[in-house]
């Protein structure tokens, strides 16, 4: 079963726009990654956060971690209509590699 | 690092048949792991391995699906017996152990269809 949830579920902007997307999540997690998927494709790694850690930058990504809340959110800056996608955080616990998957969000950019 | 290869990237077949699939993961990775996600949802756990080792293996998996990597290498999932149910796709991931947390690779599946 997925561990939590993602919000939104579907997003449409324009080129150049910020698309933010957020995650919560059950239990106490070891990390949190997020996950890139391009349709009929595998997952692609995008960036990982750990437990201590509470915000973390990539290029145009930036990724925030709140654990009191188990809530995390992915911010992706002046995008473009490669980054046409779904969205996926994934938590992991502590003593297991295995990821729980969210059950995503949809980014459509609009060029 | 030529990436996890899946094959076949797709199958069809009739209910009630067994099915095998195949993953080689990159080569110097000694975890593997499947996943399986249906239509509009995120992956779900399946299995992992750590070389020949099967880990950790989910609820979800039922006794008519099986996985193996037998010398630590390339790994295969076979499901006996399918059901409509069973129509997904099945990804494979590998990673290496390290220092901290390490990334998973995924392929890009196998997208199994019962008819």
């Known amino acids: 079963s997925q561990q939590g949830e993602e919000d939104p579920q579907a997003l449409s902007i324009q080129e150049g726009e910020n698309a933010t997307m957020n995650c919560s999540y059950k239990?106490?997690?070891?990390?949190l990654q997020w996950y890139r998927q391009n349709s009929g494709r595998g997952l692609v790694h995008l960036i990982l956060i750990r437990s201590n850690e509470r915000e973390k930058h990539s290029g145009r990504l930036r990724v925030t971690l709140d654990t009191s809340k188990k809530s995390s959110s992915l911010l992706i800056t002046a995008s473009r209509a490669a980054d046409t996608a779904s969205y996926f955080c994934a938590t992991a616990r502590i003593n297991t590699d295995k990821l729980i998957f969210g059950t995503g969000t949809r980014l459509q950019v609009f060029p | 690092d030529t990436g996890v290869s899946q094959d076949p990237r797709h199958k069809i077949t009739k209910r009630g048949q067994n099915v095998t699939f195949r993953c080689d993961p990159i080569?110097?990775?000694?975890?593997l792991y499947w996943y399986r996600q249906t239509l509009g949802q995120g992956p779900e756990f399946l299995t992992y391995?750590?070389?020949?080792?099967?880990?950790?293996k989910s609820r979800l998996l039922s006794d008519r699906f099986s996985a193996e990597r037998p010398k630590g290498s390339f790994s295969t999932l076979e499901i006996q017996r399918t059901e409509q149910g069973d129509s997904a796709m099945y990804l494979c991931?590998?990673?290496?152990?390290?220092?901290?947390?390490?990334?998973?690779?995924f392929g890009d599946g196998t997208r199994l269809s019962i008819l």
């Open positions: 391995f750590q070389n020949e080792a099967q880990l950790e």
């Open positions: 080569s110097e990775h000694n975890r």
């Open positions: 991931a590998s990673s290496q152990t390290g220092t901290g947390v390490q990334p998973q690779h």
């Open positions: 239990t106490s997690i070891n990390n």
